[in-house]
């Protein structure tokens, strides 16, 4: 039973950091992809970020990139999501999600329990 539990979100204004974490457990997650995924109030999700377990290879949505940055911890079983720049649109629930493979849209297998970022203005 593969388990995602994400911490790390909160309240912060514009221009601030956070950084999300998430850990997994419940099998090896070798041949995995980990991504995250975000939604806001009304709206779609989208993903973010992900990142391959075995080589670590990274994908980033164009409005994020640099400014968030997707890291692995294979030691851990964790994988983490620094926000810096945060911007009022940035505010979403950001769920954890792993697949086997990649996927640059929210087709994930797995998901998190997900944990609220707000960016007030």
């Known amino acids: 039973q593969v388990q995602l539990v994400e911490s790390g979100g909160g309240l912060v204004q514009a221009g601030g950091s956070l950084r999300l974490s998430c850990a997994a457990s419940?099998?090896?997650?070798?041949?995995?992809?980990m991504g995250w995924i975000r939604q806001a109030p009304g709206k779609e999700r989208e993903f973010v970020a992900a990142?391959?377990?075995?080589?670590?290879?990274?994908y980033y949505r164009d409005s994020v990139k640099g400014r968030f940055t997707i890291s692995r911890d294979n030691a851990k079983n964790t994988v983490y999501l620094q926000m810096n720049s945060l911007k009022p649109e940035d505010t979403a629930v950001y769920y954890c999600?792993?697949?086997?493979?990649?996927?640059?849209?929210?087709?994930?297998?797995?998901w998190g329990q997900g944990t609220q970022v707000t960016v007030s203005s």
């Open positions: 999600a792993a697949r086997v493979g990649v996927a640059v849209t929210t087709d994930y297998d797995y």
């Open positions: 990142v391959t377990w075995s080589s670590g290879r990274i």
């Open positions: 419940g099998r090896t997650f070798s041949s995995y992809a």
